[in-house]
């Protein structure tokens, strides 16, 4: 076999810069967490202590926007998951007129700018008079997050083979236990990661909440209000870290459920 060959060093420079380049504002977000300045970002820090954890844990102004994010993303991923996993199975299942057609109208929300869909969701619910509530913002959240599952959905439908559904039949079960017993199992870990990048996106949606939400407030809106009216400063980062780890931790699950989701379940060898 042929010896590999390493990288040259400029290359592997780029790759080191360019890494720096996308995460090291993440890494000060994390290092202002831990500084002992209130009012401004000196640096380096003029010293570190954990005692902002406990600053934000005991601020009442965090936990409402916290459970309002947590509850609207719940609601929106569940939603998701019913509808994307329905769209998925008629666009892979069926053949019809138009199919293409509908498929890009189901992708359509998530290629939109953000703030056009907020714009079109608010003036509709301008124009049915409907007040803003919890529910305004989950309407607006799923929008995007039914494409996620579409997404995840209708790629594992389009690697299941035909025959094991056909073979289910033919042993007697009905079509429930066909989606039981043989459907549900192959799509399990698609439509779990698809949930988690869902709830992930909605967590720390900003640009659609802003036009759905009224005078409610989310954690990442708290966040944007923080940024404009510090307090705090140090705080804000740490939220960001609680933000962080709710929407990165889902999305590296998800990307190690998918990965090795390539083969056609029922195709045989």
Same mark, same amino acid.
């Given at each position: ?57 005991? !601020? ?14 719940? =609601? ?82 389009? !690697?299941?083979?035909?025959? =094991? ?87 590296? =699950?998800?990307?190690?459920?998918? !990965? ?10």
């Amino acid at each position: 076999m042929p010896s590999e060959r390493r990288a040259p060093l400029a290359l592997k420079l780029a790759a080191l810069g360019g890494l720096l380049f996308l995460h090291g504002p993440i890494l000060l977000i994390f290092l202002y967490a831990f500084t002992t300045e209130e009012r401004s970002y000196q640096f380096p820090p003029p010293g570190l202590t954990l005692k902002w954890f406990a600053v934000a844990w005991n !601020r009442p102004d965090i936990w409402p926007p916290l459970i309002l994010s947590l509850k609207v993303a719940a =609601i929106s991923t569940a939603l998701a998951l019913v509808l994307g996993t329905l769209c998925a199975a008629a666009m892979s299942r069926a053949r019809f007129f138009g199919r293409d057609s509908i498929s890009l109208l189901v992708i359509l929300p998530i290629a939109l700018p953000g703030i056009i869909t907020g714009m079109s969701l608010r003036s509709a619910f301008a124009m049915m008079e409907i007040p803003f509530s919890t529910w305004t913002i989950v309407l607006g959240h799923a929008t995007f997050c039914i494409v996620i599952v579409y997404n995840n959905a209708v790629a594992r439908f389009r !690697r299941l083979s035909g025959s =094991i559904l056909e073979a289910s039949a033919d042993l007697g079960a009905n079509g429930f236990q066909t989606f039981r017993h043989v459907i549900l199992p192959n799509l399990g870990s698609a439509l779990l990661a698809g949930g988690m990048l869902a709830f992930a996106l909605s967590f720390d949606e900003v640009i659609v909440t802003t036009f759905t939400a009224g005078q409610q407030s989310t954690l990442p809106i708290w966040m944007l209000n923080e940024l404009v009216r510090p307090r705090q400063r140090p705080v804000t980062n740490v939220v960001a870290i609680v933000v962080f780890a709710a929407t990165v931790v889902p999305i590296l =699950i998800a990307y190690v459920l998918t !990965r090795g989701g390539s083969e056609t379940a029922g195709a045989g060898k």
